[in-house]
């Protein structure tokens, strides 16, 4: 007998790189369908109107122009449904009636090519009676503001658990409510309360690849090859709007050129199906990354904390309440609303709490889900905070933060499954990150900030995976989880050749294709390598006990005698190859070992049942400089630190936590969605500044803690998301630190900072 070798975890390379440098990658981008039309969207260039008419005939004249769909022709789809959403039903598959932003699809154009679709779009007018508009959440919610809605239709259940609570007749599409404890109580008790309110701007999420959708209708069947992070959610919608039973309506997810969340539920797969419909024949809808602004982006908040610290620096009562800007469509909003309350918690155990969400539709881009959905406003709010109650009590901010964290296993929010991680560890692992980095050797005044945050990911617990053991010892591993870039395929084959104890050569992942591969509610929240990797283990365990119930029955003795290794199964009398065994059972050299694993709420004798199924965390310290003269912040140094639970690939883990700090310097530095008059100014390339090499850190370090205890195969939790949360208050708190000054709003633009620091010297002295 062997010795069995447990494949070593943290070292496999994933299995799309060679391809992806190679240029032989297939993104959704790249597919091309026999007969395929090229798709245009004509958008709304007003905020808010309703449609008087549209003439298409110019349009339609054109040669090489095929299809023109508007408004008109949605009660002629053949489905169920015109309108889809996740929380509410208010988004029409193309703008019926009126428009709500600017850019807001008005007609689409197939063309059999791309420019004669443009050439189109200039043939249509468009006749407009424009309606007020309203661009922020205190303008949505003011008196007399226009309605962007006039009805909402909430869908209980239908995508997320849970329901929103819109207020009809109102702009307010969410209107949560919390309370534990006795907070009127506490803060009328010998305590020092502290009253701030934060905001945080619109950002874009920036994917290299736009949003793409190529969609092929047929009479009883609709194939689709989509760009999105969710195939089976677009699968549903498409159902329904097209009348196309969920049997006959397939969809690929070839590689995606990253999410971040912007392609998560359904974005524009409802529209390219139903322009592919119109034209009788399949169409490619791609976006420019200009549309792709127009499309969705990060909801922007307004958080105000109320917070009280008793004699000793504990603190004894917290008041939340998160004011978020969804734009025209609710998409995933209501729940962003409720996290960024939650998580405005942060990592401390409050005794007395009180939060409130609320979320407004607006006549702006609409809001979606965007990495850690609501995490980074309200950690950018509390951890700024948590600095400005320690300076005020003369407390060191990093042991005002010790002192006040929760232990693991205590409770942040009482109905929610207690803190898994220690935080004090992550905190400390944080500055030891940082500390172990190189000294920069930049002259002059520098400023350390740092930051936690802890966030309940919205997982539902439902995927499933299906893994087939060949003859041969090859191994094929089919699911529906997208790969965006995380490096979900690679980890999946790591998952099965631990599990099988096969050499990851051996492993492949096929591409998700609803067809073929077991539902899954989708890839985001931090939840692939947990449900789906535990679900191809599951499907990998159902394979071991089949092997050694089959070699029992071949060879005699009991089937925990045996076990597989490389190519075959060893037992008491030596190993036999998977072919000769199957061969000895069936009488031919024929046959395979097909594993199905499945996650539900009942997974774990219903433990998955309990919200969230694991913490998410994040801890960061950041060393910066400023140029005095100009307000341009310089960070210097970055160390970070996360609880994965078990890292299955140490250099993707890595990849994904820094690329998470590096994408949080854009909110924080410089990223923002800047409007008047109802239109983005600043909606191209050129105009919206996302962090360049020369931004970056010149130092980067991460900690990769490992517990041991997550509920995801061989105790991993999820990562990539803990990242991106402290790294906006860090470097606020850093600049405090080092220069005195505090600034409230994100972006913090060399202007914000320059004039922060003319008002302090402005300000009168402090004799106090």
Known sequence: MHAKTPLPLGQEPRADYLEKVTGTAIYASDVHVPGMLHGKILRSTVPHARIAGIDVRAALAIPGVVAVLTGDDLHRLPGSAIRWGLSLRDRPVIALDKVRYVGDPVAAVAAVDEATAEDALE?????YDPLPHATTAREALAAGAPLVHENMEPLKDYYFRGECTPLPGTNQFQNWTY?????DAAFKSDVRVFEDSFSFPMVFHYAMEPHVCVAHWQPGSLELWSGGQTPTAVQRVCSEILGVPLSRVRVHSPYVGGGFGGKASVKVDPLAAALSWKARAPVRLCLSIAESMLTCRRLDAEITLKTAVDGSGRIVAKSVRALLNGGAYADTGPAIAVKAAIRAIGPYHIPNLRLEAVGVYTNTV????????????????????????????????VEFRLFNMADKGQTLKPDLRPLDVDMRRSLHAALQSLQDLPDTGHPGRRGLGVAVGATDPGIVPLGGAIVRLRADGSVN??????????GNRGVLRIVAARALDQPLRAISVAEPDTMQAPYDWGTGASRSTVIIG????RACEDIVRQVQAMAAQVLGGAPEAYRIEAGGVAGPDGSLPFLELLRRFNGMAAGEFLGVGRIDSGTNDGDFRRAPLFWETGAGAF?????????????????????LGRVLNRKAAEGQDEGAMIMALGHTLSEEYVYADGQVINGTLFDYKVPSMEDLPLQVGTTLLESGDGPGPFGSRGGGEGGILPVAPAVANALFQGWGVRVKELPLTPERVWRALREKDAAPPDNH
Do not use: K
């Open 623 to 643: 060393e910066i400089t400023l140029d005095e003269e100009t307000g341009a912040i310089r960070v210097l140094r970055a160390g970070g630190a996360a609880d």
């Open 477 to 486: 591993v089919s699911a529906n989880t997208v790969e965006i870039g995380q």
């Open 179 to 183: 309370e534990s404890g006795d907070v």
């Open 366 to 397: 609409p809001g979606a889900a965007f990495r850690s959905i609501g995490g980074p406003q309200a950690v950018w709010a509390t951890e700024s905070q948590m600095d400005i109650i320690a300076a005020a009590l003369g407390r060191d901010p």
């Open 123 to 127: 043939a249509i007018v468009v006749r």
């Open 534 to 537: 535990l679900a191809v283990q």
